[in-house]
Each structure stands twice: as structure tokens, then as C-alpha cells.
């Protein structure tokens, strides 16, 4: 069964499930098809994006296809508020695995996993040679606050951070504790490699309360 997303608009007192509009609106998505939240791989020269219409976004648990960004381009002031564990498929390709953008944006995590996927693609080489790791992981490009966001077992670099304005990240685990040992591809290697915790290019960002599981430093700037 595909992707479902949801908009659930409020308009003068009524209640209604319709297409997103600029009104202020719930989007809840939920396990299926992602269907334009999507962008397809190079492999298909069909790119889905859409501009979320909705203020609030809510994200329940579900997988994401592979070969696929889940990709959030958010209307200023938006909070998103993630309800469950978010997977990937697994597929060699450059990535990245999500992307969010926008101003002012309210990004809650809750404690909730996301899953890289990342025994899959460790060889010991990183993205010095090997398979091609999907990277970033998380491409984040908001200003505002992201919180409590736990990412476990990415292919590659994790975070990229880059704000147009004043950002907050905290909260954040990042836990490659899993590529710390040889696996059946790396020749007696730690699995995993270049798994860069924060890779920053911004100004006015803070990064703090956070916590870093991997094989190389935790924040490169």
C-alpha cells in the first residue's frame, strides 16, 4: 500500500479533509506513498516537490522508499512534530536521505528514531571509496529550533547544518556505535567511516545538549 498524506484544514469553523491549502492546517503523514513530499532518485527523471501548504506537520511512523529524499520545504513559522520511527529503504545511491527547509521552524523529534540503514552500506571506506553511500543523512537548512531528533546507524556524514538564520539545535543523538566493528566488507576494518556527526556551514548556530557515537570527530565546520 503507498504513502498516505493527509491535510486536515480548518477554514471558518468547519472542519474538513481536503487538498492543502494556505489556511491554517494539520498535515499528517502517515505509512504508504509520500507522494509529492518525495524526490525520486537520479535514476528516474521524475522529481516530485511540493511546498507543504500546512503550519503544523505531523509525522507518524513509516519507511521511506528507497532511492528517495524525504523532502519537507515548509511554510515559515511551521512546527513539525515527529509521532514515530522513520526508516529507509536501502539502495546505493548519493542522496540525501532527508532534507528539510524553511525560517522559523519549530522541528520536535520527540526521542523518535531514524534509521540510516547504515550495515548496509558499511565498508570500512566511507565516502573514500566503496559503495555509494546515500549523504548527508539529515540535510538541514531551517532557522529556528531543532530538538530531540535520535538518528541511529548512518551510511555516511549525518547532520548538515545550514541556517539563513538564528538556529538551535539540541537534544540530538547521533548513534554509528554499531560501525565501530569489522563487518564481512571492511577487511578487518571498523565498518563504519566518515560518519561526520555535524557538518556546519552557517553563522548564528548553537549546538548543544548533544551527544555523538561514531568514528571520526562530531562537528566539522
Known amino acids: 500500500m503507498g504513502s498516505q ?12 479533509i481536503s487538498a492543502a491549502t494556505k489556511y491554517s492546517c494539520v498535515q499528517i503523514i502517515r ?4 507522494c509529492s513530499l518525495l524526490h525520486r532518485s537520479a535514476r528516474s527523471p521524475r522529481r516530485h ?6 503550519t503544523t506537520v505531523n509525522i507518524d511512523a513509516f519507511t521511506v522508499p528507497a532511492g528517495q529524499t524525504f523532502n519537507l520545504d515548509l ?9 514515530g520511527e522513520i526508516q529507509f529503504g ?10 528539510v527547509k524553511g525560517t522559523n521552524v519549530t522541528f520536535n523529534g520527540n526521542g523518535q528514531i531514524w534509521d540510516g540503514g547504515g550495515p548496509f552500506y558499511w565498508d570500512g571506506l566511507g565516502t573514500n571509496g566503496g559503495v555509494t553511500k546515500p549523504r548527508p543523512m539529515m540535510k538541514i537548512e531551517i532557522s529556528g529550533t531543532l530538538s530531540d531528533v535520535h538518528v541511529v546507524n548512518a551510511p555516511a556524514q549525518c547532520f548538515s547544518l545550514t541556517n539563513p538564520g538564528p538556529l538551535v539545535v539540541s537534544g540530538i543523538i547521533v548513534d554509528d556505535s554499531q560501525g ?19 557538518d556546519v556551514s552557517g ?9 555523538v557515537i561514531n568514528q571520526v570527530p562530531g562537528i566539522i565546520s
Do not use: M
Not at 565501530?180 to 555535524?198: I, K, V, W
Open 5 to 16: 498524506v493527509t491535510n486536515i484544514c480548518y477554514k471558518k469553523g468547519k472542519l474538513g
Open 31 to 34: 505509512s504508504g506513498s509520500l
Open 49 to 54: 516537490h511540493r511546498r507543504v501548504q500546512c
Open 75 to 83: 511554510l515559515e513559522g511551521t512546527t513539525v512534530n515527529v509521532l
Open 90 to 99: 536501502n539502495l546505493s545511491w548519493a542522496g540525501p536521505l532527508f532534507e
Open 180 to 198: 565501530n566493528y569489522p563487518n564481512a566488507n571492511s577487511n578487518g576494518l571498523p565498518a563504519g567511516h566518515n560518519t561526520d556527526g555535524f
Open 203 to 211: 553563522n548564528d548556530l548553537v549546538v548543544e545538549k548533544s551527544v
